[in-house]
């Protein structure tokens, strides 16, 4: 049987969102973060191969890193809507949002938020000229991506339902994460109906409240 280690307000939330709309068995154990640090706790890490969340164990391997998880957990249970087949027509679109999911969109989050939240924590001094500094690298690196990856989605929601067209796919999957965390964080607003429509088809799915069961928070999302 899969254990799942979730950790609280984290990625990991993807794994148990998969697994209950497989309707497959697993056993949970929670962590949670470092009160200091936020960090995933000392036991955490001694279950994580890189001390990241998610991290699952099966039969004596330990993985971490969401898509791979995600693909992992596909091959034991396989699913032609989860994972559109080679023949599918959603398969480019399939696969363009599972990678850019992580590929591009969660680093670009990151970087954004280090950029906004590294001014707020060094002496005084530095405030100033270090705002001045990264508030002009975020202007100009790290929101004309975000704005494409939005833009991208906002067109295809507008075309499909789900992230890989027709169905729900892992793409769904892997893209709840950022996808929650813009919301709450308003960089997704009123601007922006379709991926706001799509929040609203994903939070009505079974599975997904199920997960948020399981989950027991307010939100899945870690804001800083
Ligand atoms: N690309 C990795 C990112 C993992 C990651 O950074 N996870 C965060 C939670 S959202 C984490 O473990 N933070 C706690 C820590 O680094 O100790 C994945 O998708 O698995």
């Not at 249970?77 to 480019?92: K, M, Q, V, Y």
């Not at 996808?179 to 599975?207: F, K, Y």
């Amino acid at each position: 049987m899969i254990t799942v280690h979730h950790l609280e307000y984290s990625q990991s939330f993807r794994i148990l969102w998969l697994l209950e709309e497989l309707n497959v068995d697993y056993e949970l154990k929670l962590y949670e973060r470092d009160k200091k640090t936020n960090l995933a706790p000392a036991e955490y890490k001694a279950v994580s191969p890189l001390g990241t969340a998610p991290a699952i164990s099966h039969e004596g391997v330990n993985l971490s890193e969401s898509n791979a998880i995600i693909d992992y957990i596909l091959d034991l249970h396989p699913s032609d809507t989860l994972r559109p087949s080679i023949e599918s027509g959603d398969r480019a679109r399939y696969l363009f949002w599972m990678h850019a999911s992580q590929g591009s969109l969660m680093p670009v989050l990151l970087i954004s938020m280090m950029f906004r939240i590294i001014p707020e924590r060094v002496p005084f001094f530095l405030k100033p000229i270090l705002k001045s500094v990264l508030g002009v690298a975020n202007k100009g690196f790290s929101q004309p991506r975000i704005k494409a990856l939005i833009d991208k989605a906002e067109a295809d929601l507008g075309e499909a339902n789900w992230f890989g067209g027709e169905n729900v796919t892992a793409a769904d999957i892997s893209m709840c994460y950022p996808m929650e965390s813009m919301r709450a964080n308003g960089t997704i607003n009123d601007s922006h109906p379709n991926c706001l429509a799509w929040l609203e088809r994903v939070n009505a799915l079974q599975s997904y409240q199920q997960a948020k069961e399981k989950d027991g928070k307010p939100s899945i999302v870690f804001s800083i």
